[in-house]
């Protein structure tokens, strides 16, 4: 079974750094480009950044230059870390596989505001 559990959001404030982690199930982690997608109220779920499995990493546009993504084979574990948060980066994220997607987590929720 394909386990995706996400952790590590919280409040910040604008200007402020967060990293994200999500642990994987090796079913999944070690076959998949993997991703990380967000959610904010009223919108759609939108990808925010990928990560090959050789390590070569994308990012939207929104969050290039402030996001980076990485991940840890020997943990099967995704990280997304976070610099110079907007408020408009409020949203539960998730990750999931970039082209072959499982089950969703339960999301964590990251909050910028003052």
């Known amino acids: 079974q394909v386990q995706l559990v996400e952790s590590g959001g919280g409040l910040v404030q604008p200007g402020g750094s967060l990293r994200l982690s999500c642990a994987a199930s090796?079913?999944?982690?070690?076959?998949?480009?993997m991703g990380w997608y967000r959610q904010a109220p009223g919108k759609e779920r939108e990808l925010v950044a990928f990560i090959t499995i050789s390590g070569s990493s994308h990012y939207a546009d929104f969050v290039k230059g402030r996001f980076t993504i990485s991940r840890d084979y020997a943990t099967n574990t995704l990280y997304l870390q976070m610099n110079s948060l907007k408020p408009e980066d409020t949203a539960v994220y998730y990750c999931?596989?970039?082209?072959?997607?499982?089950?969703w987590g339960q999301g964590t929720q990251v909050t910028v505001s003052s």
């Open positions: 090796a079913t999944i982690f070690s076959r998949n480009a």
């Open positions: 999931n596989g970039a082209v072959s997607r499982s089950d």
